[in-house]
């Protein structure tokens, strides 16, 4: 699917509303990972990391390994997490237009012009806002000065994305009903720090299972470590997506 259309969800596409992230020691694992997943789970996810170091073939590989896994055309999160003037955000977004993101995030903290600047440089993608992020608690908050608690936080942040151009919004499980309260239908609502029952933590500090970010109101999920860092990556993929496709 191109950035011109809307997500896939599962009601219509048998897929699991995931995105996979792709955070790969290289682009063969990378690709490895993206054909074991991409039958089962809507987006490939290629995040700031393998950006950096492999660039737009990083997005050429994922979109490949899709192609040869049966699901041509998935969506590709980019996850840059842009933040910079208005100016260089608008240039930095026009020199990824050719990757054809469905998703590249900024962070809403840039402020009004810079989350403008990016929709207006690439229309047809979902300029995606980072709210708060979900490695950051109560404490790290107050001691960074963001006026909290988080999910004031979150939600005032999202209403300022929504209303400078952005289409879709990042926020923990534990503030996604918060803003799905406040923000059009339209507006696709991401969470990571998303966990399967019984999965380790990792670095993530607000979170929820797959199945109750969804009844909160997200739209898709972002998975990486309890998918990618399983022995059977393609199995663990799958037991999410059936717990979601048949909830």
């Not at 840059?80 to 930095?92: C, E, F, M, N, Y």
Request: glycine residues 6%.
């Amino acid at each position: 699917m191109t950035s011109t259309s809307s997500p896939s969800s599962p009601a219509t596409s048998g897929v699991a509303p995931v995105a996979v992230a792709m955070d790969a020691p290289s682009l063969t694992v990378m690709a490895e990972w993206a054909r074991a997943v991409a039958p089962v789970v809507s987006t490939l996810k290629v995040g700031l990391e393998v950006f950096c170091r492999d660039g737009a073939a990083a997005v050429t590989a994922a979109r490949q390994a899709a192609d040869e896994a049966g699901h041509p055309g998935i969506d590709v999160f980019l996850d840059l997490k842009l933040h910079d003037i208005p100016a260089t955000v608008r240039g930095a977004a026009s020199a990824v237009s050719g990757l054809d993101p469905t998703f590249l995030t900024v962070h809403a903290t840039g402020g009004t012009a810079m989350i403008t600047a990016a929709a207006e440089a690439l229309p047809a993608t979902r300029i995606t806002a980072v709210t708060v992020l979900t490695s950051l608690s109560e404490e790290d908050l107050a001691r960074i000065g963001l006026l909290g608690p988080s999910r004031e936080a979150v939600v005032r942040l999202a209403t300022l994305a929504v209303e400078a151009g952005a289409r879709a919004i990042v926020c923990s499980p534990q503030e996604v009903a918060a803003v799905r309260s406040v923000v059009p239908a339209d507006v696709t609502l991401i969470t990571p720090g998303v966990r399967p029952a019984g999965a380790a933590l990792d670095d993530q500090q607000r979170v929820a299972t797959p199945e109750q970010a969804l009844a909160d109101g997200a739209d898709l999920l972002v998975i990486g470590r309890p998918i990618t860092g399983a022995d059977d990556p393609r199995a663990a993929a799958l037991a999410v997506a059936r717990s979601l496709v048949t909830r």
